[in-house]
Every structure is written in structure tokens, then in C-alpha cells.
């Protein structure tokens, strides 16, 4: 996706310790940037990411996921314990 003009913006849903590397690189190509929380593993990535974004002008927002939200985590090991049964929709 990086170097192609008809993406103005991407949700990146990588590994927490690839927020940093990935969002910078598209912010640079002219690209909008949604992370997931959390925004990085460290004050200096943020911090990172926020100065490239002044630099770029482009838009790097964080949204909100709930996978540590206790009602999310209990919901995650009942369905893992087979309690509900399969999930065929959610």
C-alpha cells in the first residue's frame, strides 16, 4: 500500500511493537493513520509518531479497542472454553 496514490488512509491492526515503524512510514508516503490502542509500547515512540505527524501534516489517530476491558476478556474466555459454543458471527 505504501506508494500507491489512490490510499489516503489505513487502519493499522499489526502487533503493538510494530505501530511505530509502520505508522511513520505511511504518515511519510501522504497517508492518514488509525492505530489501535495502544499507541506504542513507549513514551518515546508516541512522542515519535506525534512529531512525524506535525512534520507529514497528515492525521494519526488512536481508537479505542477493548481486548484488556474486563466484560471483553471474560467474553474472550468463555468463547475460548467453548462455554457458548462455536461463534459464527459477531
Known sequence: ????????????????????????????????????????LSLPECEEMLRVEKETGKRLMV?????????FALDTKIINEGMIGDIFFI
Open 1 to 40: 500500500m505504501l506508494g500507491d496514490p489512490n490510499i489516503d488512509f489505513v487502519i493499522i491492526t499489526v502487533p503493538d511493537n510494530s505501530h511505530m515503524e509502520i505508522a511513520c512510514a505511511f504518515m511519510r508516503d501522504g497517508k492518514d493513520v488509525l492505530l489501535e490502542k495502544p499507541m506504542a
Open 63 to 71: 481508537g479505542q479497542v477493548c481486548r484488556v476491558a474486563p466484560g
